[in-house]
């Protein structure tokens, strides 16, 4: 796998040993990036991160911030890995259950500008009601959640609106958005304030980790 764009176009990027994660592949990669737009500046949530092959490829174009959210030990290790050989900065990694770790950053009141979810293929109906829940408390008023599933899967988040969703080889990409002036009710959206934070394997650059 390779970075595609931005500072560290060309540079290749390690993937988790074993079958446990699956990175998304290069052309789903840039068909996504190409769906979703200069990310310059943007703070982004990746969920299900796996490889972190989405969150780099954000970084690497431009984007202030990511948040890496993966529950296989391994595979933060690997995403530690390439943002040391990528020389990227503003980064957390924390291993955790993706919807755990989503409800604390949605309890905490934080905003991203980018959110991605990619989840094993064949899962998003079973997650679909939890993420619709938190993913509107945590998404900026003019932020995009991109969602990458089997071909097969129609994934729906309300009250998220879809924007676009196309077919990339065995992979679909689909990109939502709070609807117009929708940020009042994202607001008011019966989140748990008591759901644990979440804790960081890797600390964001010059914040010292209490893990």
């Given at each position: 796998m390779r970075i595609i764009a931005g500072s560290n176009?060309?540079?290749r990027i390690f993937a988790p040993k074993g079958h446990d994660t699956r990175p998304t592949a290069d052309r789903a990669r840039e068909a996504a990036f190409n769906l979703i737009g200069p990310v310059d500046g943007a703070a982004v949530l990746d969920l299900f991160a796996g490889s972190g092959a989405m969150g780099l490829e954000a970084l690497s174009r431009g984007a202030a911030s990511?948040?890496?959210?993966?529950?296989?030990?391994e595979a933060c290790r690997t995403i530690d890995r390439n943002l040391d050989k990528l020389h990227l900065t503003g980064a957390r990694v924390i291993q955790q259950d993706a919807l755990r770790a989503l409800a604390a950053?949605?309890?905490?009141?934080?905003?991203?500008?980018?959110?991605?979810?990619?989840?094993?293929?064949?899962?998003?109906?079973?997650l679909q009601n939890r993420l619709s829940t938190y993913l509107p408390a945590v998404l900026a008023q003019d932020g995009l959640v991109v969602v990458e599933t089997g071909a097969r899967e129609e994934p729906e988040l309300p009250p998220l609106t879809q924007r676009t969703s196309r077919r990339y080889g065995s992979a679909r990409i689909s990109l939502f958005q709070l609807a117009p002036g929708d940020r009042t009710g994202a607001d008011s959206l019966n989140v748990d304030k008591t759901a644990a934070?979440?804790?960081?394997v890797r600390p964001p650059d010059g914040i010292a980790s209490d893990a």
């Open positions: 176009k060309g540079a990511a948040v890496f959210i993966e529950n296989d030990r950053e949605a309890a905490a009141a934080r905003r991203y500008d980018l959110v991605l979810v990619d989840p094993p293929y064949g899962m998003f109906t079973s934070p979440a804790k960081p």
